[in-house]
């Protein structure tokens, strides 16, 4: 179906709904989009080690420049350098990485942009009880989901990526 289509589809599926729902009658669904969303699950981490190193490069930066000060030269840059270095560590504290696990796909945020890699560009997913990597088809690349650098809940990514590796016929490695 056509994105348009679907669109579409769910809008008028939400303006049935809520004409149902004045009448007291109970709602219908959209059965690819309540399907779609039933069958994705997402697992979300926090980013902590590079914002604390942020933190203490800005805290490195002030110190410096509190030094500096009585020679009285570049004070508003060393300022806002430490300001920009703090809401950077915000930044990426509070924006959580995550991976979100589909029927036929996987996605991530990757370089600040959402990554998808298909099934069937998945070489094989490797499970450790402190992380999991998944492996591209013919690349020396993988993408890697760590519980130290970004505190992702690794047993149950590993339990549903078996779930997703047995149903597209994919290579499990457990170390």
Known sequence: MARSWERMVQRNTQQVNKQRKKQGKE?????????????SDIFKGRNIVFPIVLLLL???FWVVGSVDEARGSGVLAN???VVLYFLLAALLFFRRPYLKVERARVSTIKYNRERWLQ???IE???VSRS???LKYK??????????FLNRYDTAAMGE????????NNIEVVYE
């Open 27 to 39: 709602t219908i669904y959209a059965s690819k989009s309540a399907s779609a969303a039933k069958e």
């Open 58 to 60: 800005g805290i490195m």
């Open 79 to 81: 300022w806002l350098g």
């Open 119 to 121: 099934a069937s560009e």
């Open 124 to 126: 094989k997913i490797i």
């Open 131 to 133: 992380m999991v990597s």
């Open 138 to 147: 013919g690349k020396r690349k993988q993408w890697v989901f760590s519980r």
């Open 160 to 167: 549903r990526l078996t779930e997703f590796a047995k149903a």
